[in-house]
């Protein structure tokens, strides 16, 4: 939910819980009618405030540092939940908390998709954007009593709850305010279902298609979203949500940054095996990868674009490069490592889309694919990193016939093959990594600055890529020619598979391999 106002007036005014005049619930004394039996809100701690009758309000430091703040004219963008059940539920499994630590968060990812939703940056706005989260609750049960018995109900129990929950070290850094209506009749002040928060979590359709985003881009300009998901995989979250967006004729296409919507990943650190889980669980049948790359070859310029169709793995060995495991062995056939049909249609489609830093077309920028390079291969370096390579390593590459290198495509590359996935990086040139003797190895700095002037090339060539791929998906020409080929490629006879490993399987090929009696 997006809000266009003056916090300040949003905060001091806060209508909720005027016009309750059913007396039921507990009934909340203002600062300057205390009196000894309303004792107990004396233990109100932490900002804690009563606004109107029935109603508890909580600022937290975060907030109040924002509204001390210049926010006039800022753009307000809220994000309202529920608070049992949807941010957190009790760890007793009671519907109702037995004391203020019986609570735990949801799920693992609460706060994790609450802090994505913060970090986010919008297109134009970003700077003049201010993002809070509100929540809502509706604490009827709540009850004025400082009787042990009945004390897990009281109204001290449920602050100390709150503060255990909004200052833990997950929350805190949150900037936020609750609102607690302490009876039933403030229900309707409560977020309501498709209310919170601004893209739905579900989407029902397939989605063939799907983008993955390197450094430098964590989303896609030209498409409108329509879903925003979070998936649970067997093997964990992928590094962000994923976005659905609709093309105008309405294909579904995914979205995901490879290093999380803020870069918090390191490329060690990618949980590749959840990326491309997430994206077959909803029916992805091609990727298309972005990857920022030094070049290894002189005529390969800074800011051209490579179509790679060969990979060399200097990868360490730390990365987690499969799905198969122990009691389910299978091998994926690897000698062409992208989809060279969809490679050849790049190579085919695109060449006429790179512009300079003015966005004119003046042929500077080109695009390189096997069959515009005198049909050489051009072969991909992985290097683990995170540093880049020395002068000597980078030599080498170049003398083994690498044209580019980047710390990306593997394993992202070698799940997708065992997903039956179709895969294609486009790689992003950005620098001359670090064999020029005659120049400054390269550095953050230097891919930074390229990037910055590839990113409209970046947006333009998959805008293109897009309206040229959309119908030869729907036609069925591509995407479907690894349809099956992990049927023929296990080596674990069924008697001597592995029951838990087989179930991870079905996640990503329902129906390929019964989980017979036979296996373990
Ligand atoms: C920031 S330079 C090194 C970094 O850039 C590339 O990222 P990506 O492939 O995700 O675009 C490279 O692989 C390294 O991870
Ligand atoms: N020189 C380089 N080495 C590895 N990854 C890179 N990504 C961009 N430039 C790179």
Redesign the pocket.
């Given at each position: 939910m997006a809000v266009k106002s003056s916090i300040q007036n949003t905060l001091k005014n806060p209508k909720i819980e005027k016009n309750v005049n059913n007396s039921s619930g507990i009934k909340l004394p203002t600062e300057n009618k205390l009196n000894e039996s309303n004792i107990i809100i004396l233990k109100r701690e932490n900002n804690f405030k009563s606004i109107g009758t029935h109603c508890l309000c909580r600022i937290s430091p975060k907030v109040n540092e924002i509204i001390k703040s210049q926010v006039k004219d800022k753009i307000i963008h809220i994000a309202s939940f529920d608070l049992d059940d949807t941010l957190i539920k009790t760890k007793t499994g009671r519907k109702f908390s037995s004391s203020a630590n019986d609570w735990k968060w949801w799920s693992d990812n609460v706060t994790e998709i609450i802090k994505n939703w913060l970090n986010e940056k919008s297109d134009n706005d970003a700077n003049n954007i201010l993002k809070l989260v509100v929540i809502f609750t509706n604490q009827g049960a709540v009850v004025n009593t400082t009787k042990l018995s009945t004390y897990s109900k009281s109204l001290d129990t449920f602050m100390n709850k709150i503060n255990n929950i909004l200052n833990s070290d997950e929350f805190k850094d949150i900037p936020n305010i609750l609102y607690a209506a302490t009876k039933k009749s403030a229900a309707d002040k409560k977020a309501k279902t498709g209310q919170p928060m601004s893209l739905p979590h579900t989407f029902n359709e397939k989605v063939p298609l799907a983008i993955i985003g390197?450094?430098?881009l964590y989303k896609l300009d030209s498409l409108t979203p329509v879903a925003k998901l979070t998936i649970a995989t067997p093997w964990g979250h992928p590094s962000s949500p994923i976005t659905i967006s609709k093309t105008e004729t309405g294909m579904p296409i995914a979205f995901l940054a490879?290093?999380g919507q803020t870069h918090n990943l390191l490329?060690s650190d990618v949980p590749n095996q959840a990326n491309i889980a997430a994206l077959k669980s909803i029916g992805v049948k091609i990727i298309i990868a972005?990857?920022?790359?030094g070049s290894l070859q002189e005529h390969i310029k800074p800011r051209d674009f490579v179509i790679p169709n060969q990979i060399i793995d200097r990868t360490k060995g730390i990365r987690k490069s499969t799905f198969f495991e122990k009691g389910f062995v299978a091998h994926a056939g690897f000698g062409d490592p992208f989809d060279n049909k969809i490679g050849k249609i790049i190579s085919d489609t695109c060449t006429d889309i790179l512009v300079n830093e003015n966005g004119i077309k003046d042929g500077l920028h080109k695009l390189h694919t096997k069959s515009n390079d005198n049909g050489d291969d051009l072969t991909l370096i992985c290097m683990e990193?995170?540093a880049f390579s020395t002068r000597a390593e980078s030599k080498l590459y170049k003398s083994w016939g690498g044209s580019v290198i980047?710390?990306?495509c593997v394993p992202e590359s070698k799940l997708a093959r065992e997903a039956e996935i179709s895969y294609q990086m486009i790689c992003m040139s950005?620098d001359y990594d670090a064999w020029r003797e005659d120049a400054e190895p390269v550095t953050?700095e230097t891919?930074?600055g390229n990037l910055k002037s590839n990113s409209k090339n970046a947006h333009l060539f998959s805008e293109h890529l897009i309206k040229v791929l959309e119908p030869l998906i729907l036609n069925g020409e591509i995407g479907n020619d690894l349809t099956g080929s992990m049927k023929m490629s296990v080596s674990t006879s069924s008697n001597g598979r592995d029951k838990a490993v087989l179930e991870k399987m079905h996640y990503l090929f329902p129906g390929y391999w019964p989980l017979s009696d036979e296996s373990r």
């Open positions: 390197g450094t430098g490879r290093h490329p972005f990857s920022a790359v990193g995170p980047n710390m990306s950005t953050v891919v930074v």
